[in-house]
C-alpha cells in the first residue's frame, strides 16, 4: 500500500480508491475493532457483503487488527448463516444492507453482538443509494461511522507471524454441514507466489487491470483476483452484480 499509494487500487459505482485510501481507511476500520469493539488476536468476524468497496477495506482492517476473516455468501438462507456463525463463534459481522434480513432473523439464536452494515458507497467519498438496513438490528452501526470513528483513534500494531489463522473459509456444504478450511497467513502468501509462478511470462504486474465479477467471498476470487493483483499494485475493477449484463459489458 505504500510502495503503490498514488495508484487506483478499487474501482466500484463510479468511485476509485487509491492504495493509500485503502491503506488508510482500513488502518481505521482496525483501529475502531481494537479500541471500540475490543476485538483481540485471533477473534472471528464474519464479512458477508459483495463485491463493493467496503470488502477490501474490512479485509485489511480485520487481519490488521490480528482477527481472522469469516467469509459468507449474501445469498445464504437464513439456516445456512447461523451455523456458520454459531460453528465459526462470530460475535462482529460486517454485512451487506440488502443481506440484513437475514441476519436480523438468526441474530437472536447466534453468538453474534455486533453488526456493521455497508452500503454501496461506505469507503469512498460519496453516499450512495442503499437499501435500507431490517428494522430489527436496531443497534447495528453504520461502516461510514466505524470508519469515521476510527479515524479518531490511536491503533496499537498487532504482531502477526505466518502461522496466524487469517481465513476461516467455509465449504459449499453440498455434501454435508458447511465446514470452516483454517487458513493461516503463510498459506495465502505461499498461493499467492504459486499463482504468480504459474503465470510463466504473463505474472500479475503494476500495468494489469482486472475486472472482478466471481465473488470475493469465495477463495479463488479473493486469492486471485483480490490478494496476488493488490500485492503487485494492479488496478481492480469491482462488478457488484455481474447479472447485469449491460453494467457488466459497460465495466469491461
Not at 54 to 68: E, N, Q, W
Request: charged share 15%; glycine share 8%; aromatic share 8%.
Amino acid at each position: 500500500m505504500k510502495k503503490y499509494a498514488d495508484k487506483p487500487a478499487f474501482r466500484s459505482f463510479g468511485q476509485t480508491l487509491t492504495y493509500a485510501d485503502v491503506d488508510r481507511q482500513s488502518h481505521n476500520f482496525a483501529a475502531y475493532l481494537q479500541k471500540k469493539l475490543r476485538v483481540k488476536k485471533g477473534d472471528r468476524i464474519a464479512v458477508m457483503t459483495p463485491n463493493l468497496l467496503a470488502f477490501p477495506i474490512a479485509f485489511l482492517g480485520i487481519i490488521r487488527a490480528g482477527a481472522a476473516q469469516v467469509n459468507v455468501n449474501p445469498l445464504y438462507t437464513p439456516r445456512e448463516l447461523e451455523h456458520q456463525l454459531k460453528d465459526a463463534g462470530v460475535k462482529v459481522m460486517v454485512v451487506f444492507a440488502g443481506s440484513s434480513a437475514t441476519v436480523a432473523d438468526v441474530i437472536a439464536s447466534t453468538p453474534l453482538e455486533t453488526v456493521i452494515t455497508v452500503g454501496p458507497g461506505d469507503g469512498s467519498a460519496t453516499k450512495l443509494p442503499s437499501p435500507p438496513v431490517d428494522s430489527r438490528l436496531s443497534g447495528a452501526i453504520a461502516f461510514a461511522d466505524a470508519l469515521a470513528e476510527g479515524a479518531k483513534l490511536v491503533f496499537d500494531p498487532v504482531v502477526l507471524n505466518g502461522d496466524d489463522l487469517l481465513f476461516l473459509q467455509y465449504t459449499g456444504g453440498t455434501t454435508g454441514l458447511s465446514k470452516g478450511a483454517s487458513l493461516s497467513h503463510r498459506n495465502l502468501v505461499a498461493n499467492t507466489e504459486q499463482f504468480k509462478a504459474a503465470m510463466g511470462s504473463a505474472p500479475p504486474s503494476a500495468d494489469d487491470v482486472i475486472v472482478t465479477a466471481i465473488p470475493l467471498y469465495h477463495i479463488f476470487a479473493l486469492m486471485v483476483n483480490f490478494i496476488t493483483y493488490f500485492s503487485v499494485g494492479a488496478d481492480n475493477w469491482l462488478v457488484a452484480n455481474p447479472r447485469d449484463m449491460d453494467g457488466f459489458v459497460q465495466t469491461l
